[in-house]
């Protein structure tokens, strides 16, 4: 009677320490009682380009030949822009010294400026050196896609790329397939390069506070790592159902050897 118990707690146990609990899985849980609603002031401050940035250039005027010469190739905006290769190479990347370079307008200093910044000081510098105002001279600068990488238990790792202004750590995510159910929602590290250095900061998805992290949306070219559960080194399944098959098998393993060594 005393064995049937043990056997029994030793069960429980096994498939309590085994499982990945429901808790685990559930994303911005309100762990703490809000009375005011969650608002992250980071999400309304403007993207300041970094290094390694792309900044994608439209310069217009009346006369389309002349516009032309200030473009990194030749042929309109939309043949342009077709694909993610196309921004890379056609798009003008921010160099370790923070600047663009843009044909015959030559080096623009853009590193810590706003898209309308940018825009504002290209305008400025056109008019200065090249057209008057009745040239009506239009510039649009954009970003060139959000690109960061995802690694570790999500569903499709790899370097992403968002064609949106803005997105959060949960829109990076889901771009990646979702975090696999091994996969610790509790521990994403994000990384991210700053001009004075590299910043580390750990995001908690199951917790609803992670809203007001200066960290919940994502910059370009940041690196969002997910860890791994215990229970995936483990290797004891992370259902009830994969942990009783686990402990099944286990049993009639040691049962065939007793009745092989007994005979």
Request: include cysteine.
């Given at each position: 009677?005393?064995?049937?118990?043990?056997?029994?707690?030793?069960?429980?146990?096994?498939?309590?320490?085994?499982?990945?609990?429901?808790?685990?899985?559930?994303?911005?849980?309100?762990?703490?009682?809000?009375?005011?609603?969650?608002?992250?002031?980071?999400?309304?401050?403007?993207?300041?380009?970094?290094?390694?940035?792309?900044?994608?250039?439209?310069?217009?005027?009346?006369?389309?030949?002349?516009?032309?010469?200030?473009?990194?190739?030749?042929?309109?905006?939309?043949?342009?822009?077709?694909?993610?290769?196309?921004?890379?190479?056609?798009?003008?990347?921010?160099?370790?010294?923070?600047?663009?370079?843009?044909?015959?307008?030559?080096?623009?200093?853009?590193?810590?400026?706003?898209?309308?910044?940018?825009?504002?000081?290209?305008?400025?510098?056109?008019?200065?050196?090249?057209?008057?105002?009745?040239?009506?001279?239009?510039?649009?600068?954009?970003?060139?896609?959000?690109?960061?990488?995802?690694?570790?238990?999500?569903?499709?790792?790899?370097?992403?790329?968002?064609?949106?202004?803005?997105?959060?750590?949960?829109?990076?995510?889901?771009?990646?397939?979702?975090?696999?159910?091994?996969?610790?929602?509790?521990?994403?590290?994000?990384?991210?390069?700053?001009?004075h250095g590299t910043e580390m900061y750990k995001?908690?998805?199951?917790?609803?506070?992670?809203?007001?992290?200066?960290?919940?949306?994502?910059?370009?070219?940041?690196?969002?790592?997910?860890?791994?559960?215990?229970?995936?080194?483990?290797?004891?399944?992370?259902t009830g159902i994969q942990s009783i098959s686990?402990?099944?098998?286990?049993?009639?393993?040691?049962?065939?050897?007793?009745?092989?060594?007994?005979?």
């Amino acid at each position: 009677m005393k064995q049937s118990i043990f056997f029994a707690l030793y069960i429980v146990s096994f498939l309590f320490v085994s499982c990945v609990p429901q808790s685990d899985l559930t994303y911005l849980q309100q762990k703490e009682a809000e009375t005011n609603q969650i608002v992250n002031e980071v999400s309304k401050k403007p993207y300041r380009v970094q290094t390694n940035d792309v900044l994608i250039i439209t310069i217009k005027t009346l006369d389309e030949k002349l516009s032309e010469m200030f473009l990194a190739t030749s042929g309109s905006g939309n043949q342009r822009l077709q694909n993610e290769q196309s921004i890379y190479f056609d798009g003008y990347t921010v160099d370790d010294h923070g600047k663009i370079r843009i044909p015959v307008l030559g080096d623009v200093l853009v590193l810590g400026y706003t898209t309308d910044e940018v825009r504002i000081e290209i305008e400025n510098r056109l008019l200065d050196e090249y057209f008057n105002k009745e040239a009506n001279v239009f510039v649009n600068v954009k970003l060139g896609g959000l690109r960061y990488t995802i690694n570790g238990e999500v569903n499709s790792p790899g370097t992403k790329l968002l064609f949106q202004e803005k997105a959060n750590i949960m829109e990076a995510v889901a771009n990646a397939g979702d975090i696999t159910i091994v996969g610790d929602r509790k521990n994403v590290l994000l990384v991210r390069q700053m001009p004075h250095g590299t910043e580390m900061y750990k995001l908690d998805l199951t917790d609803a506070a992670v809203m007001k992290s200066p960290y919940y949306y994502i910059q370009p070219n940041d690196y969002i790592l997910v860890n791994p559960l215990k229970q995936k080194s483990w290797g004891t399944g992370t259902t009830g159902i994969q942990s009783i098959s686990t402990l099944i098998s286990i049993l009639s393993l040691v049962t065939t050897v007793i009745i092989l060594t007994s005979r």
